[in-house]
C-alpha cells in the first residue's frame, strides 16, 4: 500500500508542471530587453526563459527585443513578440491577446474545432482556429496578413462593437482602420514572405528541438545556439523553402526571394524580431 501511494505521489509532482503550464503560457525564447509584469499589482521585472504568464500577464519588448511565447507543451502554439511591442495576455485557452502597440507572428496549429486564437487590437480582432498570421497595430490603424490556409478579421468600433467581419484567405492583407474600417485586400509582397519564412522556421525549430539555454532574461539577446544557428547560417535556405512552399499556392509567378524591394531596408537581426 505504501508503495502505490509512493508511486502516485511521484506521479502527481511529474504531472504539476504540466498541468501548470496547460494554465499558464510559457516564454520559450527571448532577446535583449524584455520586461514582464505579471499582474495588475505587480511591478515590472525582467523577463526569463521558463516564466510561466497566466491571464492578465504583459509583456513589454524594448528596440531590437522579442520573446516568444508557446500556449501549448508541444509548442503548436507559438506566438512571437517583436520589438517594439506590448501585449497583454486576455486567457490562456484558448489564447486571447490584446495588442495596443507593436507587431506578433502567430502560428497556431493544435485547436480543438471548437476554439479559435485571437489577436485583439483597438481597432480589431485578427483570428483563426489554426492557421499562420501577422497583426501589428499602429497609428490607429491595423494590419493583419495570413500566410497559411485562412484567417479572419473582425473591425471593432470606438466602444468596441464588432463593425464587421471578413475572411483573410492566405496570401492576402488587409488594413483595418478607426471605427473598424476595412481597406482593400492586398497581395503580400517578398518583405512579407521574407520575414515569415523566418519565422515558421524557427518555431520549426523551437517545437522540434526545444529551447536550449536559459538567458535568464538578461539583455544581449538568447544564447540558444540553435537559434544562433538558424539567424547566422540557414535565413537564406529558410527563406527560400519557405517562399516556393507558400507561393506555390499563388497564381502569380514567383519572384527571387534573395533579393529585397527597392527602397526596403534589409531586415534587422535576428530576422526573427525585427520589422
Not at 509512493?6 to 504531472?15: E, H, K, S
Not at 512571437?80 to 501585449?87: A, E, F, N, P, Y
Not at 489564447?95 to 480543438?112: A, D, E, M, Q, W
Not at 517545437?207 to 544564447?223: H, M, Q, Y
Request: charged letters at 25%; glycine letters at 14%.
Amino acid at each position: 500500500m505504501k508503495r502505490i501511494l509512493f508511486l502516485l505521489a511521484g506521479a502527481c509532482v511529474l504531472f504539476l508542471p504540466l498541468q501548470a503550464f496547460a494554465q499558464a503560457a510559457k516564454i520559450v525564447d527571448l532577446g535583449w530587453q524584455v520586461n514582464v509584469k505579471k499582474d495588475a499589482a505587480s511591478a515590472w521585472e525582467k523577463a526569463k526563459i521558463n516564466m510561466l504568464l497566466e491571464k492578465g500577464a504583459e509583456i513589454e519588448t524594448k528596440h531590437g527585443s522579442y520573446c516568444t511565447l508557446a500556449f501549448d507543451e508541444e509548442r503548436k502554439n507559438i506566438v512571437t513578440i517583436k520589438q517594439d511591442s506590448l501585449i497583454k495576455i486576455e486567457s490562456i485557452k484558448p489564447g486571447n491577446i490584446f495588442l495596443p502597440k507593436g507587431r506578433v507572428f502567430s502560428i497556431i496549429t493544435n485547436l480543438s474545432k471548437a476554439e479559435k486564437f485571437q489577436i485583439r487590437t483597438p481597432t480589431a480582432i485578427a483570428g483563426a482556429r489554426g492557421t499562420g498570421w501577422a497583426t501589428g497595430y499602429g497609428g490607429a490603424n491595423t494590419s493583419a496578413k495570413c500566410f497559411k490556409d485562412t484567417a479572419y478579421v473582425q473591425g471593432l468600433d470606438e466602444a468596441g462593437n464588432l463593425a464587421g467581419e471578413q475572411d483573410l484567405p492566405s496570401g492576402m492583407g488587409l488594413d483595418i482602420g478607426g471605427g473598424g474600417r476595412f481597406g482593400e485586400l492586398y497581395q503580400l509582397g517578398d518583405q512579407d514572405y521574407t520575414e515569415w519564412g523566418d519565422f515558421s522556421g524557427y518555431t520549426g525549430d523551437l517545437t522540434t528541438e526545444g529551447s536550449s539555454g536559459d538567458t535568464g532574461g538578461e539583455e544581449g539577446g538568447t544564447n540558444n545556439p540553435s537559434i544562433g544557428d538558424l539567424r547566422e547560417e540557414q535565413r537564406g535556405d529558410y527563406r527560400e523553402d519557405s517562399l516556393e512552399t507558400i507561393r506555390g499556392q499563388e497564381s502569380t509567378p514567383s519572384q527571387d526571394s534573395g533579393q529585397e524591394e527597392a527602397g526596403e531596408p534589409a531586415p534587422e537581426r535576428p530576422p526573427i524580431t525585427k520589422d
